[in-house]
C-alpha cells in the first residue's frame, strides 16, 4: 500500500516509491499532497530549465515563477483584509472616508487616481491599487496586476514550464483581482503570514480545513462515509492520519463528521501551532471514539514540552456511538503505560473549551476519558446524556471551570486512580481545582463531584442540585495511599430537590489531613439530612472544619454521621438540630445530632451560629 511522507528540506526521510504520496506543508500547515513520481517529474524539470540558461524553457519557467510569486502575494494581501463597497474614488473621496472612520482591515480598491489627506497627511492614491485600515490611519497598499504569461506558455512536450499537475492547481488561481472578485482559493493562504504595514494575521488551523471532496462537516445529518460514495479504499488516502492510527477499524460505518474530526486532532502532533478549532454553529454527529495525540511526533523524554489546544467555538457533538463503541470516553487520552504517563505523556497540556456534548446515557460511556496531564484546562463546556461526564486520573494542576453536568447516573466529573498498566494510586494523584461549576444528578446512586485520590484540592462556587443523588461532593483518599492531602472549597450551594441518599458531602481519609469548607447553604432541607457523612481509615485522625453552613431546614434539619470515632471537627457557625452553643450541648444530646458515632470531646470544637445569652 502506498506510504504517505511529509516533503522536508533538505530531503525526504526514506526513498519513497512512485506511488506514495508527498504532503507538502506551510507553515505545518497540509497545503499540497501529490505522488512522488510527480514531485521527481517537477523536480527534474526545474533543473533542466536552470541548468539550460539559453533556452526557451528556462526564461518560460523564470516567467512562471516570477508570475506564481506575484500571485501570492497579491493572495497574502487580499485573503486578509474585508473589502468595502464597489471601490474608492481618491479624486472625489467617495465614499467619504477619514483615517478617524475606518476600522482596522477594511480595504478599498482605488478606481479614480487622487491626491487626498485623510488624517495623516497628503497621499496620492492611484487607481488600481488597494488601500487599509492599519493602527488607527488608511495605508496605501500594493498594485494588483492581472496574471497573464503562464497563458502564453506553449504547453507541448519538448517545451512545457508548467506540468499538467501545475496547469491544473493554477486553473482555479484569481485573475485580474478586483473588489467583485475579492476571494482566493482557500489553498494557498492556509498559512500564518503577515499583511502589508504593521497588521499581523493568522489563518488558524481548524476542523473545516480536513473537509473532503466538498462535503460539510458539523451539519447534524451524521451521514455515513459509505452513503457519500467512499469505499474503504478511498478513505485511507482521504483521510490519512485517521488510517495511519486507526488501521482496519477505520471503514465506510463511519460518520464522515467521525472521520474529519479525528483526521484533524490527530494531525496536530505533526504541526508546529498545536492548536485546533471549529468554526461557530455546527453540530456533529460522532458515532466512533475519537483518540487524542498524547505527544507530539518528535517529543523525546523529559523534554520540550507542549500543549495541545482544543476551541470548539461553542459548537454541540452529538454522541451517537453504540453497543461496544460506546464504552469509554467520546474524547480518549490515556498513557499506555505507567512509563509513558510518568515521563512524556505528563509533560504536556491539554485544554478543551466552548463546548456542548450530548451522550445516551450508555453504560460505561463518558464525555472525557483523560490520564497523566500536567497544567490541562477544560472551560465552559455543557455535558448531558452520560454515566460519567469527565474521568480523569493523574491530572496534575489541572483546572475545571464554568463546568455543566447534567443528570449524569454515576458522577458529572470523577477523579480516581490511574487504570492503565502498571499505575498504582501514590503515581497516580490528581491535583485539580474547580471554579463555578453545577452538578446535577439524576439518580439515587449518583454523586456529583466525586474526588478520590487527588492531592492538595481547591474550589469555589459550586452548585449541586438533582432530582436525587448520592452525594453532591465526595472526597476519598483510597486505601493504602499516603500522599493524599488537604482540601478547601468556599461557597457551595445544595439544591436538592430530595434529600441526598447518605449526605450532602461525603469525606473519607487519614492521617490528620485537613477537610475544609468555608461557607454552605442547602435550599431544600428534609428533616434528617446528613450535612456530612466522615470515616477515617485505620483509627486515624482526619480533621473536617466546616464555616458558616445553613440550610432552610432551620434548626431540625442538619445531622452528621460519624460512621467511627476517627474523625475531628471544628464547627464554627454551623446550624446543627436543636441549635447547640457549645460542646456540652452536643454531647448531651448526641444521638440527636451526630449519628452511628460521637467523637470524643477532645475532637469536637464548636463555635455556634448565635451568641448564647
Not at 482596522?104 to 485623510?118: H, P
Not at 472578485?181 to 499581523?200: E, H, L, Q, R, T
Request: with cysteine.
Amino acid at each position: 500500500m502506498a506510504q504517505e511522507y511529509i516533503a522536508s528540506l533538505p530531503s525526504l526521510p526514506s526513498t519513497p516509491s512512485p506511488t506514495d504520496l508527498v504532503i507538502i506543508e506551510v507553515d505545518g500547515v497540509a497545503t499540497y499532497k501529490t505522488t512522488y513520481a510527480n514531485l521527481t517529474a517537477l523536480t527534474d524539470i526545474a533543473i533542466t530549465n536552470v541548468s539550460n540558461a539559453t533556452s526557451s524553457a528556462q526564461s518560460d519557467a523564470i516567467n512562471a515563477q516570477s508570475d506564481a510569486t506575484l500571485a501570492l502575494s497579491q493572495i497574502a494581501t487580499i485573503s486578509v483584509l474585508s473589502l468595502q463597497g464597489n471601490g474608492w474614488n481618491a479624486l472625489t473621496n467617495t465614499p467619504i472616508l477619514s483615517d478617524a472612520t475606518g476600522t482596522d482591515l477594511d480595504a478599498y480598491i482605488v478606481n479614480v487616481t487622487g491626491t487626498r489627506n485623510l488624517g495623516s497627511g497628503l497621499n496620492t492614491w492611484t487607481a488600481g491599487t488597494i488601500m487599509y485600515h492599519a493602527g488607527g490611519i488608511w495605508t496605501p497598499g500594493p498594485t494588483f496586476t492581472t496574471i497573464t504569461n503562464l497563458d502564453n506558455v506553449p504547453n507541448s512536450t519538448t517545451r512545457k514550464a508548467v506540468t499538467a499537475n501545475q496547469l491544473a492547481a493554477l486553473t482555479n488561481s484569481p485573475n485580474a483581482l478586483s473588489s467583485a472578485n475579492p476571494v482566493a482559493d482557500k489553498i494557498y493562504v492556509d498559512a500564518m503570514f503577515n499583511a502589508a504595514g504593521s497588521v499581523a494575521v493568522k489563518q488558524f488551523n481548524t476542523i473545516q480545513n480536513y473537509e473532503t471532496d466538498g462535503f460539510k462537516s458539523g451539519d447534524g445529518l451524521g451521514r455515513l462515509l459509505s452513503t457519500l460514495g467512499y469505499t474503504n479504499t478511498t478513505i485511507q488516502t482521504k483521510f490519512p492520519n485517521t488510517y495511519a492510527l486507526r488501521g482496519g477499524s477505520f471503514t465506510t460505518a463511519w460518520t464522515y463528521d467521525t472521520a474529519v474530526i479525528q483526521e484533524s486532532t490527530i494531525k496536530l502532533k505533526y504541526l508546529k501551532s498545536m492548536r485546533l478549532q471549529s468554526e461557530d454553529d455546527r453540530t456533529y454527529v460522532v458515532n466512533k471514539q475519537i483518540i487524542l495525540p498524547a505527544v507530539r511526533f518528535d517529543n523525546t523524554e523529559g523534554t520540550n514540552p507542549y500543549m495541545f489546544i482544543y476551541d470548539w467555538g461553542g459548537t454541540t457533538i452529538v454522541d451517537s456511538r453504540t453497543g461496544g463503541d460506546a464504552t469509554g470516553g467520546l474524547f480518549y487520552k490515556v498513557p499506555v503505560n505507567s512509563s509513558d504517563a510518568n515521563n512524556i505523556d505528563i509533560e504536556y497540556a491539554h485544554i478543551h473549551k466552548n463546548l456542548r456534548v450530548r451522550g445516551q446515557y450508555i453504560i460505561g460511556s463518558y464525555a472525557f476519558e483523560y490520564g497523566s496531564t500536567k497544567r490541562s484546562q477544560f472551560i465552559n463546556i455543557d455535558m448531558a446524556g452520560y454515566v460519567i461526564g469527565m474521568y480523569f486520573a493523574q491530572m496534575l494542576s489541572c483546572k475545571l471551570s464554568d463546568l455543566n453536568s447534567f443528570s449524569a447516573t454515576t458522577s458529572g466529573v470523577k477523579f480516581t486512580q490511574g487504570w492503565w498498566t502498571g499505575a498504582i494510586p501514590a503515581e497516580t494523584v490528581s491535583q485539580p481545582r474547580i471554579d463555578n461549576c453545577r452538578f446535577y444528578t439524576g439518580s439515587a446512586t449518583a454523586t456529583g463531584l466525586w474526588l478520590e485520590n487527588c492531592d492538595s484540592i481547591g474550589g469555589a462556587n459550586l452548585q449541586f442540585e438533582g432530582s436525587a443523588g448520592k452525594y453532591g461532593l465526595y472526597y476519598d483518599t483510597l486505601a493504602g495511599a499516603s500522599t493524599i492531602k488537604n482540601a478547601m472549597f468556599t461557597n457551595l450551594r445544595f439544591e436538592s430537590e430530595s434529600k441526598y441518599t447518605n449526605a450532602l458531602i461525603g469525606y473519607k481519609s487519614r492521617d490528620g489531613f485537613h477537610f475544609i469548607v468555608e461557607l454552605g447553604w442547602h435550599q431544600a432541607v428534609t428533616a434528617g439530612t446528613f450535612l456530612m457523612e466522615t470515616e477515617a481509615y485505620d483509627g486515624t485522625n482526619p480533621q473536617v472544619v466546616l464555616s458558616y453552613w445553613d440550610n432552610n431546614g432551620g434548626a431540625t434539619a442538619w445531622r452528621i454521621n460519624n460512621l467511627n470515632q476517627g474523625t475531628s471537627f471544628q464547627l464554627n457557625h454551623v446550624r446543627l438540630v436543636g441549635s447547640p452553643q457549645n460542646v456540652a450541648d452536643i454531647l448531651a444530646s448526641g444521638t440527636t445530632i451526630f449519628a452511628t458515632t460521637m467523637p470524643t470531646s477532645n475532637r469536637l470544637q464548636i463555635t455556634p451560629i448565635q451568641p448564647t445569652a
